[in-house]
Nanobody
Framework: QVQLVESGGGLVQAGGSLRLSCAAS????????LGWFRQAPGKEREFVAA????????VIADSVRGRFTISKDNAKTTVYLQMNSLKPEDTAVYYC???????????????WGQGTQVTVSS
């Protein structure tokens, strides 16, 4: 069982920045991936970014590439999502997820955090 705790969400004006954190704990071993997804009201959960822990291979969704960056801290088993040049359409609940590989499908991930709200005002 893997536990994920997100933090860093909040309210920001368009053009601003936020950094989300996801601390992982529990049965973490071998090659695995940590990813970020988001879900806006009335919409499906959307892939944002993911990183493979062992190699730091990162994948970023087209919708946020150039604005968002995913990174990790090995010592803290924490993954970060740096979000710059935020837009109102980035407003959503952001979820951290743990899985065996870097995939864009939510079904590929086994454990999820509780989510953190990001609201971007125009």
């Amino acid at each position: 069982q893997v536990q994920l705790v997100e933090s860093g969400g909040g309210l920001v004006q368009a053009g601003g920045s936020l950094r989300l954190s996801c601390a992982a704990s529990g049965r973490i071993f071998g090659n695995y991936a940590l990813g970020w997804f988001r879900q806006a009201p009335g919409k499906e959960r959307e892939f944002v970014a993911a990183i493979r822990w062992s190699t730091a291979l990162a994948v970023i969704a087209d919708s946020v590439r150039g604005r968002f960056t995913i990174s990790k801290d090995n010592a803290k088993t924490t993954v970060y999502l740096q979000m710059n040049s935020l837009k109102p359409e980035d407003t959503a609940v952001y979820y951290c997820a743990f899985g065996a590989a870097v995939r864009s499908s939510p079904g590929s991930y086994d454990s999820w955090g509780q989510g953190t709200q990001v609201t971007v005002s125009s």
